[in-house]
């Protein structure tokens, strides 16, 4: 199994609407990633996690709340989200960190998140 | 944090061969080249990576100067399904964390 599942695949949320995320995969992976892609944009780093512990913050606004509740789940809670949220977010997971350098990383499909 | 840079587009005809370029002048020692590529609604998939010679899969060849400042990734024959945004991305190892360039928009030609 080399899948990273994301559900739901596609959201539309208010702006006073709390939502989340989700992302699972089933590899060992011991590294999980969040990103942000606005269309004909590449993908931008927002959240990293190693060993379930938050290693990376890329300066995210607060309304978006990661959590790892363990080594093969990983949400992004959403709370409070402007217009200007939208886009795809993509989950990530590799076998090792990336301190490591040498390991590929495989990607979920995203979720497509629309803010009304 | 070091920066790549690609040409926006590129162009192929199917069956030949294809050498997408990535400028990474700012590069460190520590840093990792990877490449990635990803088909119209899907996430982005891994191609190959490498951090000072170069490197052969199955998927494709990766050429990185002597200098490490630029890289090529090369498709040795291109097909339809090779129709892909290419992005070049260096992993800092002392930060942990990947900056994806731009990305190259790969067409190829019947």
């Known amino acids: 199994d080399t899948e990273v599942t994301q559900t739901p695949k596609h959201l539309v949320m208010g702006m006073t609407n709390k939502k989340s995320l989700k992302c699972e995969q089933h590899?060992?992976?011991?590294?999980m990633y969040w990103y942000k892609q606005k269309a004909k944009k590449p993908p931008e780093l927002m959240f990293v996690?190693?060993?379930?512990?938050?290693?990376i913050n890329e300066s995210v606004p607060s309304r978006f709340s990661p959590e790892c509740p363990n080594s093969s789940l990983l949400n992004l809670h959403l709370h409070a989200l402007q217009p200007e949220d939208s886009a795809l977010y993509l989950c990530?997971?590799?076998?090792?960190?990336?301190?490591?350098?040498?390991?590929?990383?495989?990607f979920g499909q995203g979720t497509r998140l629309t803010v009304v | 944090d070091a920066k790549t840079t690609q040409p926006n587009s590129m162009e192929s005809n199917e069956e030949e061969p294809v050498h997408l370029p990535c400028n990474h002048s700012?590069?460190?020692?520590?840093?990792?080249i990877h490449w990635y590529r990803q088909l119209p609604s899907q996430g982005p998939e891994y191609v190959i990576h490498?951090?000072?010679s170069n490197v052969n899969n199955r998927m494709a060849s990766l050429a990185i100067a002597e200098d490490r400042k630029s890289s090529t990734l090369i498709l040795h024959r291109a097909t339809l399904r090779d129709a892909a945004v290419y992005y070049c991305?260096?992993?800092?190892?002392?930060?942990?964390?990947?900056?994806f360039g731009d990305g190259t928009t790969l067409t190829v030609k019947p």
């Open positions: 990530a997971s590799s076998q090792s960190p990336p301190q490591y350098g040498n390991t590929e990383a495989f």
């Open positions: 590899m060992g992976h011991r590294a």
């Open positions: 996690y190693s060993y379930e512990k938050l290693s």
């Open positions: 700012t590069i460190s020692g520590t840093d990792y």
């Open positions: 490498g951090l000072t």
């Open positions: 991305i260096l992993i800092d190892t002392n930060a942990g964390k990947s900056t």
